[in-house]
């Protein structure tokens, strides 16, 4: 069982963040997602599965390693920025996208 302290609801939080997020993101995105535009403003696009999948492996594999993790925030920070960066994914790609 995990020890409940702050860290955990922290990591849990981004967890579930990112599966809500992924969750979202397949519900209303088209079928073929916007990745990524070009200096000269050419998109680049890729199938929704695998445009929703990348970020959900960023901000929930490292949220989940966190979990599994017998280190302290503090020593997780890389994890964590791996999380935070397909949480930003994510909402960069439903702005690109919905707008």
Do not use: H, W
Not at 24 to 39: E, G, M, N
Not at 65 to 88: P, Q
């Amino acid at each position: 069982m995990f020890p409940i302290n702050r860290d955990v609801f922290i990591y849990a939080a981004i967890l579930l963040l990112s599966i809500v997020l992924a969750i979202v993101s397949y519900v209303v995105l088209p079928d073929t997602v916007v990745t990524q535009i070009s200096s000269s403003g050419a998109p680049t696009t890729m199938p929704k599965l695998l445009a929703v999948l990348i970020p959900t492996l960023l901000g929930g594999g490292g949220a989940a390693a966190c979990l599994f993790s017998s280190r302290t925030l503090s020593e997780n920070s890389k994890l964590l920025i791996l999380s935070g960066a397909g949480i930003v994914a994510f909402v960069i790609m439903l702005a690109v996208n919905l707008t």
